[in-house]
């Protein structure tokens, strides 16, 4: 009885982890996700630019080194 309900709770552990790699970890996805970031990388990109023509070259630096750590986040964490 007991090795029953290993079975069971093994079998469902595998079909789980088999749907989380089908669809978490797919080419597509990947894909997906990059075009997302690289697009906020380049309105990110943007907004640095215009706020180093306000602030400075040392604020574009800033801004831009936030906007490179940002896409870096993205594509690990997103």
Do not use: Q
């Not at 007991?2 to 088999?18: E, T, V």
């Not at 669809?23 to 996700?33: C, H, K, M, N, Q």
């Amino acid at each position: 009885m007991k090795k029953k309900k290993i079975l069971k709770k093994a079998a469902f552990i595998a079909l789980a982890l088999a749907f989380i790699a089908a669809t978490g970890f797919s080419p597509l996805a990947l894909e997906a996700r990059v075009g997302i970031c690289e697009e906020a990388l380049g309105r990110c990109g943007m907004d640095a630019v215009l706020a180093g023509m306000m602030g400075g070259g040392h604020v574009l630096g800033v801004y831009a080194a936030g906007c490179v750590l940002g896409y870096s986040w993205c594509l690990n964490y997103y």
